[in-house]
């Protein structure tokens, strides 16, 4: 759908009127199908927060069990090459909830004193436009103040926590001090000290299912698990005693602890005979994390390289299945490129309601769950997390992670370990400046402060001597400062290209 060759992306605007042009024409076909008497499908939006790329049963974990996802797997179509918009949780999340990138959906790094903005749309607002209930339960992480929060988001209820994670006990923010409380039911503070916080979300699908069953809705259960602390409960924590490894004995626990909530709601959507009325979608918001509070590590990635925080394979391509009985194939699976932008057009789709009316990146890819053959409506894919970038084409991916690019074939190098860029240096160049187009797509129409913010924060200066390291604002071509100035004229160093490294080389190629 989004042309993205050699020559740069195409404009904001005709790509707007492409996505416009596919919705028309996808909407005639739901409302021919609704007007047979059909309802249109509810809408069960399950995340799991960390889960590792390999970390289920169904995608090659065999040393944990995962017994209600892989069931979901069997009655539904499994994606093997889906990809989040970022290897951390804000800026996944906001690329999930408005089938944006994350620098385009105004949150390119996690929400702390800025969330996403308001006059973002979220899949939530897209359908209670058209008339959906709408709940969310779990862990948000898109913004605390004003115009940031579920409720002025597009979620009728919520309850849950807005920070990126709590102790599921104390409901106490889990990262740093001052010690604060951060669990909410709408905007009111909320208190339930001592109940185990994915009970909590579980009790409260449930009575949200059982209070819409009659009417279509949009239930979004971001679970906090198995994201740290790490604290499965007892009786799942004995199930992997025999396990050498503590570290994965921890994690191993908490995916199967997340494993049964997630299998209670499902079983509720059974017992109100709702299974067959509702599209179910389930994914991991990024890979593992190997950080402290989560002992270093427990989570896999299998075959590929990387983890939380990265932009190899294990940071961004996870686990994602799609469940509706009767409706969708079932126990298939999909190898085309797929992403999490993409859920927001296929909901749209499938619900047959009008897309937000302004431009979107994921296409609807109804055709690829219905058929192995359809193609993928991606030829290019970006991620920019802090100063590490990548992109991939094709079967070409290009990696920014430290001084040198590292370009792979995933086709014949699943684990990114064999760096091609020196063989391929026009296949270097040729997605080098498909991010540098990308990443000038991304922010040009934003908000004059939400650019800046953006410049700022994600795009850095091509590592020559005077520039290492270090961020500049994107304010037009002109230096603003001595300093500016200095650094587009680093002697010995072609630093014409702004964003992006592999034109900023030392003079005569190296
Ligand atoms: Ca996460």
Same mark, same amino acid.
């Given at each position: 759908m989004m042309a993205a060759g050699a020559d740069g992306w195409a404009g904001r605007g005709v790509r707007a009127c492409l996505v416009w042009i596919a919705a028309a024409g996808l909407h005639a076909g739901a409302a021919a199908a609704t007007a047979a008497g059909e309802r249109p499908p509810n809408v069960l939006l399950i995340m799991a927060d960390d %889960?590792?790329?390999?970390?289920m049963q169904c995608y090659?974990?065999? &040393?944990?069990?995962t017994p209600h996802l892989d069931a979901l797997a069997s009655r539904g179509v499994r994606f093997r090459q889906f990809y989040v $918009?970022?290897?951390?949780c804000s800026p996944s999340r906001a690329c999930l909830m408005t089938g944006r990138y994350p620098q385009r959906a105004g949150?390119? +790094?996690? @929400? $702390?004193? *800025? $969330?996403?903005?308001?006059?973002q749309i979220t899949i939530a607002e897209m359908l209670g436009k058209a008339g959906y209930r709408t709940g969310l339960f779990g862990k948000w992480h898109?913004?605390?103040?004003e115009g940031e929060r579920p409720n002025a988001q597009g979620f009728e209820e919520f309850l849950g926590h807005?920070?990126?994670?709590?102790?599921?006990?104390?409901?106490?923010?889990?990262?740093?001090?001052?010690n604060r409380h951060d669990l909410w039911r709408n905007d009111e503070e909320h208190f339930e000290p001592g109940i185990f916080f994915p009970e909590i979300v579980v009790r409260e699908a449930c009575r949200f299912l059982e209070a819409h069953r009659e009417h279509p809705f949009f239930l979004y259960l971001p679970f906090? +698990? !198995?994201?740290?602390?790490? %604290? @499965?409960?007892q009786h799942f924590i004995e199930m992997y005693? @025999?396990? %050498?490894?503590a570290n994965r004995q921890r994690y191993a626990a908490f995916v199967t602890s997340m494993d049964d909530k997630i299998g209670r709601v499902l079983g509720k959507l059974d017992e109100l005979g709702l299974s067959r009325d509702t599209l179910v979608i389930f994914l991991s918001d990024n890979g593992h994390s190997v950080e402290d509070r989560a002992f270093g590590g427990g989570g896999s990635a299998g075959p590929y390289r990387g983890h939380k925080f990265t932009v190899w394979e294990g940071g961004l391509r996870l686990p994602c299945i799609v469940s509706w009985p009767g409706r969708i194939p079932r126990g298939e699976v999909r190898d085309q490129i797929v992403h999490a932008m993409d859920w927001l057009p296929t909901v749209a789709d499938y619900c047959g309601v009008a897309l937000p009316g302004h431009p979107i990146d994921g296409a609807s890819i109804r055709t690829v769950i219905e058929s192995p053959d359809a193609p993928s409506p991606h030829e290019a894919l970006h991620w920019q997390v802090g100063e590490r970038w990548a992109v991939r084409s094709g079967d070409w991916k290009l990696v920014r992670d430290g001084k040198q690019p590292h370009l792979s074939n995933l086709a014949a190098d699943l684990a990114e370990a064999t760096n091609l860029a020196e063989q391929h240096p026009d296949v270097v160049t040729r997605l080098a400046a498909l991010h540098e187009a990308w990443a000038a797509d991304t922010l040009a129409g934003t908000d004059k402060a939400l650019f800046e913010l953006k410049a700022g924060q994600v795009l850095s200066r091509p590592e020559c001597p005077r520039g290492r390291g270090r961020s500049i604002p994107l304010?037009? &071509?002109? !230096? *603003?400062?001595r300093s500016m100035a200095r650094e587009r004229s680093?002697?010995?160093?072609?630093? @014409?290209?702004?964003?992006?490294?592999? +034109?900023? +080389? !030392?003079a005569g190629g190296g």
């Open positions: %889960q590792g790329a390999w970390d090659g974990a065999t &040393d944990l069990a $918009g970022s290897s951390i949150l390119p +790094t996690n @929400a $702390g004193k *800025r $969330g996403m903005p308001t006059e898109l913004g605390e103040g807005r920070g990126g994670c709590i102790d599921n006990y104390s409901h106490y923010f889990y990262w740093s001090g001052p906090n +698990t !198995p994201h740290y602390p790490m %604290q @499965a409960e005693a @025999a396990m %050498q490894d304010q037009g &071509d002109a !230096p *603003r400062s680093c002697p010995g160093w072609d630093c @014409a290209t702004r964003l992006v490294a592999p +034109t900023c +080389t !030392p």
